[in-house]
Every structure is written in C-alpha cells, then in structure tokens.
C-alpha cells in the first residue's frame, strides 16, 4: 500500500491537526522554533474536520501553544505552489491570528508571540536576487525572520517571527537514495523534512537508526492507515495532481532555466484543477481557495459557472 503524501496540505492537516496526533505536531513544532520557544502544551483552534473540510482553510493550522515561560501562537501553512502574492497573503494570515486574540476593548497586553511557519513546495529565496545579500550557507532549506533595526539588528518588536522552509531545497541537497540521505541529516529538523520528502522510500519496520523515533515511526503509521472518505480522496486526488504539475514544472525549469514558463505552467495547473472541481460541484469560495485562484481568473476561463 502506498503512502499518503504528506505534502499534499489535506493530508498534512489530517496527519498533523487531530487531537490525536498533537505529541508528533509538538516534535514538528519544536524541530523548527529555538531553544527558548520550546512547548509542551499545545491546542488545537482549528483541528481537522471531516465534517467541514471542504469549507476549511486545508493550507493553514492555527495552534495556541504553552511552556513554562509563556504562551505563543502557531499558524503552520503547508503552500502547495508558488504565488505571486505569497508574502502579503502569508503577513496577513499572521496578522489574522495575532488580531483575533483580542476583542474589542480588551487590553493589547493580552496579545501573545505569534510564530508562521510556512512550509514550502517551491524555490522563495533566491539570494543572486536578493541586492546585497550573499548565500553563505549553500541551498539552505531553514530562514527565521523577524523585525529587526536594520543597521544594529536589535529586535524589539519580537512578537512577530516567520520561518520558511523550503522543501525543494532539501531534495537539491540530498541524493534520491536513501543511504545517501541520512549521513546528512544533522538535526531534528532535517529528520522531519526527510519524512515530508522521502517518506516514500521509508518502511516503518526497518527505519535509518538516524529517524528510528516514536514520533516518526507514528506519523508513518498514520500516513499508511490513513482512509479518506469519497470527498477527501477528491480533494487530496486533485491537490496531488496540482502537486505533482508543479513538480514537473519545477524540473523542467530547472533543466531549461527558461522563466517564461514558470507563470504558464502554474496557471495550466490551477485551472484544470478548477476544471475538475467545478465538475464535482465544489462551491466557488472553496475553488479559489483550492486553487489559489482569483474570482476575475474563474469568471474569465470558466464563464458559464
């Protein structure tokens, strides 16, 4: 039987956001933020649904997280494909979450730490692009952002923290063969990016010493047992494919070097997803969510819908 993919973002959702599974989203958590933002309490504000998924924002996972210092909030994002708007779309989710902690009248005091973690299935960072910024770490998967002085680099305003990590960046690192791998899995973080990338070349009973551990071997087991009903195999069917269309492209650019085909590619994707999901009678709300998509984009490809 064939793994789910944990990429596609319903299956990383289910895989990560049940009330279940809360000890392996704790390991992903802590692989990621430092030291000192360790937690060992987590809640779940907007878990998996089985109910509501089609409505539900399957990209993001908001969590209200504890440790014996403080209280933080989460907002995972798994990010299928490369959007133009990606970096306003992913402030503003921040600042959906550090917002709504508070109501009208209540005191800013109240507002805690607010952490996005966004996890990536394509190429953010591109330091030749980046004006006076050189690459000193070579395909660095792991960035943390955060408000600093530009010319001192105190951080005062340190309730805001973004962190991106780019999947594809791991895979150029590493060869396909898992032997290959583990010799350059370093920490924590690699073991789990190892698991969202090669989870297809893992077997749960003869696991690399190296990510032979409980929360592996258990977010493993529910990749293989997981079973999705009609609806979700539909959904994860189409995200899949969507995945694998920018996959594609993604060698095909890197191969060719050609730009031009980067915006085309992306666009043919989402629309025959768009296609398959008007098809299943998806509402439009859940289609420009699923896709990306904006309404103008859906009115003019598809007009009689």
Known sequence: MSLINPRVDIAFKKIFGVEANK???????????????????????????????????????????????NQTYFLIEMQLAEELDYPKRGLYNWARVYSNQITSGEQYKNLNRTIAIHILNFTFIDYK???????????????????????????IFNDIEIHTIELNKFQAIHDQELSQVMPKVKDMLDKWVSVLTKY????????????????????????????????????????????????????????????????????????????NLITKGFDEKSILEITGLTIAEVKKYFPDN
Do not use: C
């Not at 692009?129 to 530009?150: A, C, M």
């Open 200 to 275: 297809d070349l893992l077997n749960i009973k003869e696991l690399p010493e190296k990510i032979n551990i409980p929360e592996i071997k258990k977010a493993l087991k529910v990749m293989r047992e997981m079973n999705l009903n009609k609806a979700e195999r539909e959904i994860y069917d189409s995200h899949l494919d969507f995945l694998r269309i920018e996959e594609g492209a993604f060698e095909a650019r890197f191969e060719a070097g050609k730009e031009e085909g980067k915006a085309e590619g992306k666009i043919e994707g989402k629309l025959e997803i768009a296609k």
């Open 129 to 155: 692009k980046q004006k006076g910024w050189i690459e000193t770490v070579p395909n660095k998967y792991h960035h943390r952002f955060v408000l600093s002085d530009k010319e001192t680099r105190l951080e």
């Open 23 to 69: 000890d392996i989203l704790i390991s992903l958590l802590n692989s990621i933020i430092s030291q000192e933002d360790q937690v060992d309490q987590i809640e779940l504000l907007n878990p998996y649904n089985e109910r509501n998924f089609k409505t539900d924002k399957l990209t993001v996972l908001d969590i209200k997280a504890r440790n014996k210092h």
